[in-house]
């Protein structure tokens, strides 16, 4: 280190010294302490980030009344500010659910996020009411329901009838579960919910256990 | 006329004092009088001075719409939100308003068309090259934030489009492995496109961007100045200097290049100014048709499409279906195969098989090309060990680093010569291709799937074939340049 | 500079693909070209039918009622014939119907119509062809809850509410071959069955009349802002040609 005296700067008032190990201790430790109160400092703006207590207070459970729904129609409800189906399906629809059954990529929803009492291909507590959160697992874009089946959706010959997403065009059918080489990786989400009576729905809370 | 020189001398004395306190008069000569240019800047060397123009557009045009807009998403009191709502007001009721607003909207699609082609030029006479990287790197920061600067300000007149925009490019984050769905959380503020997540991206898109913007474009200039500029020859003028050290070739760039620049402005204002008044939607590409409907968070539009200056990197994303990681990976195969060929440094080539295995298991796991069923499969904090990485993942790496890409050109491109008028057929037609790519892969994001050309030609296969193009022009460019059969360049710049 | 020729040739090529009318997919719309016109005399009757047939559901909340004396009305005629439920001019034209009612009563909350014709545009056609066509497109369809269904907006929550001034149409259905040997029943077209106050061709120039108010609204000074196009290309054509000169007033000594 002292070999390179050359390149120490110096004038009338100063002189460098370059090997003063006091001065490097020092200098390392005033990094070190600065650094730390400069992370310390940077958490509160990076947790500002975060949803606030408001938008975690929001995701209230809301209650439906299904009594007015017909077969073979759906309605959505907000929760939890996205939107939720609830499809009434009849006799034909749900029997597609069978015939779609080879073209899915997840026909057992074994990696889908359902609640444990959602079972089976109609994924219903009750096979004639389906539920779900109508966004695309893919990048979140709300599907278009589809429920005319064949040729004349204009999807193709096979449609069995479900839904399709105008953002990448990933297929759904009947119970929400997605087509093989789509998109989305998996089939709809379906949200906690209950059934308070035959014709009132609960959505965002479940009995445990049920 | 003694007056005028009393006049004179009465500014010398003050410029003189000015000098003394601020380098006024040295930074004018460095970057403007006695900065040499190469005389033959042809139409291309118009837009870097046209992009400047256009930052200066939508920083005044944004400070005016700021006075008036409010990033409300709260509905008012005819159940519309107020954000949007302020927008309208600004259109109808702020006197002035909507030409501001017009200005502003139009600039952003003109800022992208002007510094595409401003890269274009990059790309057709080498100016990424040795010694300027560091201008070509600076050059994609200020892409980037352009890009960020869009995509925040799109949001902010809460339309349909805004609002499922956001929706789908924050979702993309969710992607990333372990982190994502926490990530995309983080980056909304809230479980969904809300109000928290319009007030931040307000704040990035009129303070924290801009000052970024602004930073990287000072640099981007001190850069270029440092260092000189290119010419269509490709050819460095400071190799011929007279004798007081002015390079032969070169021209002061006040006054010759301010009058022409001067000129290419009122060309270009010309055409702004007829969209601007005539045609302020830009046949729904510059203000999309689906965001005059504010936005509704339970339905997404029957056709939703990015603004047209997003549309080739948000085709390559959608291309990239678990159908089209085959491809992609015999791609990487070979690119690390040649890889491992041309270069004898013993951890390079590690470095290459470990990417060819590496991308294997990433985009298939432990299957055989995804069409087996996977071997055993065990999950770590979300990752399935056995399946790979979703497609999703993929299409948004592949999004990412298509853009990316441009800023490896510099040590990508080893041809012997800089401009495209010396170099051989081989780079022309690949160059060709890319261009045709990268058009086609623009018209087919704006479509939605499904989409065919003449109603014939199907649009899935052909942006499969573009993104392979896209990025063979990149992988290859290390060979395919050196192959190229070049001409000599010249001693000097060809002038008339 | 001949590779730039050829770029910018199959740049052009692209461009006029795109432009061309593509062999449209069975579910793009045809749309009838509407008659826009900017005359006062359209625009005051447009404002009226639209004061009269829509304003009971749908607002323009973005729309001064003041505006309307740059279509040829004075305040005092637009405080008698126009303002039902506000006293003050400098009011927007928003509706009393609250948005809660709405959605229940039509299942989805009737929009705001003063943006419409700019939302309304697509690949098929401007918004006005769209609002054109769709306001003379409702039949009569009993399995819908209001009676009523679209050709252009399929399952439509809005009744029609013109009917009065159209009659009744009915929808002619045809069998046909879909090209891959299946039948698709579609819809042929409709005729009027119930005629009503107007003949077909004084109800189209109604209708073109609410369009052309409704194009005219979505924004007020779109007229204003073409007539002033004009004069900035002029002056930044006259601009060009004086940079023109200077640069090659500077540039004779470049050599």
């Not at chain 1, 697992?137 to 429920?147: D, E, I, R």
């Not at chain 2, 123009?53 to 509905?75: C, E």
């Amino acid at each position: 280190m002292s070999n390179d005296k050359q390149d120490v700067p110096g004038g009338a008032s100063f002189s460098c010294s370059c090997a003063d190990t006091n001065r490097r201790q020092l200098l390392a430790a005033t990094a070190v302490v600065g650094g730390a109160v400069g992370v310390g400092t940077a958490v509160p703006f990076v947790a500002s980030f975060l949803p606030s207590e408001r938008a975690k207070a929001a995701g209230a459970p809301v209650e439906v009344d299904i009594s007015r729904l017909q077969p073979g129609e759906m309605m959505t409800v907000e929760w939890r500010g996205k939107p939720v189906w609830i499809v009434r399906r009849n006799k034909e629809m749900l029997e597609s659910l069978k015939k779609s059954e080879t073209m899915l990529a997840d026909p057992g929803s074994s990696r889908s996020d359902q609640p444990s009492y959602i079972k089976g291909m109609a994924r219903a507590i009750k096979d004639e009411y389906f539920v779900c959160v109508g966004i695309c697992t893919h990048l979140g874009c709300s599907p278009t329901a589809k429920f005319v089946p064949g040729a004349e959706s204009g999807i193709g010959d096979d449609w069995p009838g479900g839904f399709l997403c105008p953002c990448h065009g990933s297929r759904f059918d009947l119970s929400g579960r997605v087509f093989k080489s789509m998109p989305a990786p998996d089939n709809l989400v379906i949200p906690p919910h209950t059934y308070l009576s035959d014709t009132r729905l609960i959505i965002g809370e479940d009995t445990k256990g049920a | 006329m003694s007056q005028i020189n009393a006049l004179v001398d009465k500014g010398k004395e003050v410029l003189g004092w000015v000098d003394e306190r601020f380098p006024l008069s040295s930074l004018y000569k460095e970057h403007l009088a006695e900065y040499y240019a190469p005389k033959n800047f042809n139409f291309w060397y118009f837009f870097g001075s046209l992009a400047l123009l256009v930052l200066v557009n939508q920083i005044v045009t944004g400070i005016f719409l700021v006075m008036h807009y409010k990033p409300d998403a709260s509905m008012n009191g005819a159940g519309i939100p107020v954000a949007f709502a302020s927008v309208e007001y600004i259109m109808r009721d702020v006197p002035g308003g909507s030409f501001i607003r017009y200005l502003h909207s139009t600039g952003a699609s003109a800022f992208f068309i002007v510094v595409y082609l401003h890269m274009f030029r990059g790309l057709l006479y080498g100016s990424y090259r040795k010694p300027r990287e560091l201008v070509w790197l600076f050059g994609m920061g200020i892409f980037l934030c352009l890009m960020g600067e869009a995509f925040f300000g799109y949001l902010l007149p809460w339309g349909q489009m805004s609002g499922w925009g956001a929706q789908v490019i924050v979702n993309l984050f969710s992607a990333v492995p372990v982190i994502g769905p926490d990530l995309s959380v983080f980056i909304r503020g809230d479980f969904v496109v809300s109000d928290a997540t319009l007030n931040r991206f307000f704040a990035f898109h009129v303070i924290a961007i801009p000052l970024v913007l602004l930073g990287l474009v000072s640099a981007h200039l001190i850069a270029l100045h440092e260092v000189g500029s290119n010419n269509p020859d490709g050819v460095e003028i400071k190799k011929k200097k007279d004798a007081r050290g002015i390079p032969i070739d070169g021209i002061p760039f006040h006054p010759y290049y301010t009058v022409k620049d001067i000129f290419g402005v009122s060309i270009f204002l010309i055409i702004f100014a007829a969209v601007v008044f005539f045609a302020p939607e830009g046949g729904g590409y510059f203000l999309e048709f689906n965001n005059f409907v504010p936005y509704d968070p339970m339905k997404t539009p029957p056709h939703i499409a990015p603004v047209w200056y997003f549309t080739p990197f948000y085709s390559m994303l959608r291309a990239t279906t678990s159908d089209f990681l085959p491809a992609l990976w015999a791609l990487v195969v070979v690119v690390a195969g040649l890889s491992f060929v041309s270069c004898k440094n013993v951890w390079v080539r590690r470095l290459c098989a470990l990417v060819a295995v590496g991308t294997y298991w990433g985009f298939f796991g432990l299957t055989v090309f995804g069409k087996t069923p996977a071997l055993f499969d065990f999950d770590l904090l979300g990752v399935h060990f056995g399946k790979g990485l979703d497609a999703k993942f993929w299409g948004v790496a592949m999004m990412g680093g298509s853009v990316l890409l441009f800023a490896f050109l510099p040590w990508l491109d080893q041809s012997p010569v800089k401009s495209i008028r010396y170099k051989g057929g081989l780079y022309k037609t690949i160059l060709s291709l890319f261009v045709v790519s990268f058009i086609l892969l623009g018209i087919l994001g704006t479509k939605a799937p499904g989409y065919a050309f003449f109603g014939v030609i199907p649009g899935e296969p052909v942006a499969a074939v573009c993104t392979l193009i896209y990025l063979c022009f990149f992988a290859f460019m290390p060979w395919y340049s050196r192959l190229d059969k070049t001409k000599p360049e010249p001693e000097r710049v060809t002038w008339k | 500079m001949k590779l730039l020729n050829k770029l910018l040739c199959v740049a052009a090529l692209l461009g006029a693909a795109l432009g061309t009318p593509l062999a449209q997919a069975a579910t793009e719309l045809k749309l009838d070209k509407a008659p826009v016109s900017f005359s006062n005399a359209s625009l005051q009757n447009g404002a009226k039918l639209f004061v009269n047939y829509c304003m009971g559901c749908h607002g323009a909340s973005f729309l001064r009622y003041n505006r309307l004396t740059q279509i040829g009305l004075t305040e005092q005629q637009i405080k008698d014939n126009l303002m039902f439920s506000t006293d003050k001019v400098g009011e927007q034209m928003k509706i009393a119907l609250r948005r809660e009612d709405a959605k229940q009563w039509f299942g989805v909350a009737p929009p705001d119509l003063t943006l419409v014709a700019r939302a309304r545009a697509s690949e098929s056609g401007t918004g006005a062809d769209w609002l054109y066509t769709y306001l003379r497109s409702f039949y009569r369809d009993d399995t819908r809850p209001t009676g009523w269904n679209n050709v252009v907006f399929p399952n439509v929550g809005m009744p029609h509410a013109l009917w009065s001034l159209q009659g009744e149409q009915e929808a002619r259905l045809v069998t046909k071959d879909d090209g891959h040997g299946k039948k698709v029943t579609e819809i042929e077209k409709l005729e009027v069955v119930k005629p009503g106050l107007l003949m077909p061709e004084e109800y189209d120039a109604q209708v073109a009349d609410l369009v052309s108010f409704l194009v005219w609204m979505g924004e007020p000074s779109q007229e204003t802002r073409r007539g002033l196009g004009w004069i900035v290309l002029a002056a930044l054509g006259v601009l060009a040609v004086l940079a023109y000169l200077l640069k090659h007033a500077y540039w004779k000594d470049v050599h």
